[in-house]
């Protein structure tokens, strides 16, 4: 079976665009602009709905995290995002039914969102094209599939881009996840949720490592401020309408077909471009370090919350019982400096850094991050177990194959 490491790549161009959001148009266009694309999909979905039913295995019940029946759980997944590219692909190859949903936005490189997607239709995975604000597009979905689980990835992510598009966050982490909440609250049955949250809750948090315990009340950037809010709409829909709810606190992601919003993938764009790179440190010469955490233990983490995440007691809108709340942070437990990062970056290119050493601006990022993960241990078997140096080297092989065949320029 194709894997996704060692998958071929297609052209793809680093560059960040705005985009324009829901708040740009008017609710009267909006809904016409629904209808129209449901029309459209009404074809591709029956299609694609066929696709997704034969080659997936028979839906069953699922009981516990060891039952093997969980193989043919049905998901539904914000796929062509970097998280959901290797979980869907990890699903798929275990033999879970998998349906991405992904709206193809363009903060970052969008060929790099479609390089990714032909790749996941290779392995049998398949993406419907949307925006999860469309609640007819979500409960089309849910009429014609019975998904038993939402593996919930889509948002904007990034701290600094607050500053130019504030709207693309409450469009996504907000507006969105209500309307993915509103859907799986009033469907028969109820899936399991589990979702993206982030280390960002922590915000100025001082008290390390990160527990779930710690306060996260001082959110230090509108991306993690709308993470928190997240947090809060998920207790409120689990506390009403019964819905199992799983968020992952995820510390900073690392890995081929990662981001190029990230300091790892613009850090090695730039020192083989002999750009000069900024790294930041904190008041009176502080260490500015993360916790890394490498893809495919996140992967792991992301499974092992799935597999465990009870059923939903709701139905038709109404709770019937006390429902599973949970969140875990996932991270690698290994804080390493950004400056030992840019080391690593150098010892695998084989080119020197030219470093600009910067303070760290006051736009949203922390000084450290560090994850206690002895929760998501003891409940998921969260066990992390790549290190920043051997991460590193699989996503410079990956990033140095995706961009050398000379078609696929980096700016
Ligand atoms: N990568 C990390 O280091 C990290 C750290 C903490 C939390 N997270 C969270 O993990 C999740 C996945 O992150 P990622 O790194 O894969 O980011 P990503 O940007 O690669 O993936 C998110 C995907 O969601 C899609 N999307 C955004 N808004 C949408 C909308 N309204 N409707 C439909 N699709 C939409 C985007 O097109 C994108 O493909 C996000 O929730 C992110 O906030 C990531």
Redesign the pocket.
């Known amino acids: 079976m194709l894997h996704i490491d060692s998958a071929p790549s297609t052209p793809g161009k680093v560059k960040m665009e705005k985009s324009s959001y829901f708040f740009t148009r008017g609710g009267g266009a909006r809904w016409h602009y629904s209808l129209a694309k449901l029309t459209v999909w009404s074809f591709a979905f029956l299609a694609l709905i066929l696709i997704f039913f034969l080659r997936s295995p028979a839906p069953s019940t699922i009981t516990s995290a060891a039952d093997p029946s969980r193989r043919s759980l049905r998901n539904y997944n ?1 796929a ?5 590219t290797h979980v869907s692909s990890a699903l798929k190859r275990r033999g879970d039914g998998v349906l991405g ?5 363009d ?1 970052y490189d969008p060929s790099l ?1 479609r390089a990714r997607q032909a790749l996941l239709e290779r392995t049998g995975v398949f993406i419907v094209e ?4 469309d609640e007819a597009l979500l409960r089309k979905l849910f009429e014609v599939v019975p998904f038993t689980h939402v593996m919930h ?5 990034g701290v600094r881009y607050a500053m130019e598009n504030p709207g693309s966050y409450v ?2 982490n907000i507006a ?1 996840f209500v309307n993915l909440l509103e859907v799986c609250k009033s469907v028969n049955p109820q899936p399991a949720i589990v979702w ?5 809750v922590y915000g100025l948090n001082t008290k390390v490592p990160f527990s779930e315990k710690d306060r996260t009340d001082q959110p230090a950037s509108l991306y993690a401020a709308t ?1 928190k809010a997240g947090e809060e709409i998920a207790h409120t829909y689990n506390h009403i309408y019964g819905l199992s709810l799983t968020g992952l606190r ?4 690392y890995g081929p077909w990662g ?1 190029p919003d ?1 300091a790892y993938f613009f850090f090695t764009k730039d020192i083989l471009k002999g750009k000069q790179i900024a790294i930041f440190e904190a008041a009176n010469h502080g260490t500015v370090a993360r916790d890394f955490t490498y893809i495919d233990d996140i992967v792991k983490g992301c499974l092992g919350a799935l597999d465990t995440a009870e059923k939903s007691t709701g139905s038709g809108g109404k709770k019937r019982g006390p429902a599973q709340l949970r969140v875990f942070n996932l991270g690698n437990t290994s804080p390493v400096p950004v400056s030992e990062l840019v080391s690593i970056l150098e010892r695998l290119l084989k080119v020197k850094a030219k470093r600009n050493i910067m303070k760290l601006p006051r736009n949203g990022d922390v000084q450290y991050t560090h994850a206690n993960i002895s929760y998501a241990q003891r409940e998921l078997g969260y066990k992390p177990t790549t290190d920043l140096q051997s991460g590193l080297k699989k996503f410079v092989r990956w990033y140095l194959n995706y961009y050398s065949d000379g078609k696929k320029a980096v700016e």
């Not at 990835?153 to 992510?157: E, V, Y």
């Not at 993206?196 to 960002?200: G, T």
């Not at 995820?250 to 992601?253: G, L, R, S, Y």
């Open positions: 914000w062509a995002g970097f998280v959901g949903i992904d709206n193809f936005n903060y969102k949307g925006d999860i604000n990835l889509a948002a904007q992510a469009h996504s969105g993206a949250s982030s280390s960002s993470k995820f510390f900073t992601v981001r990230m």
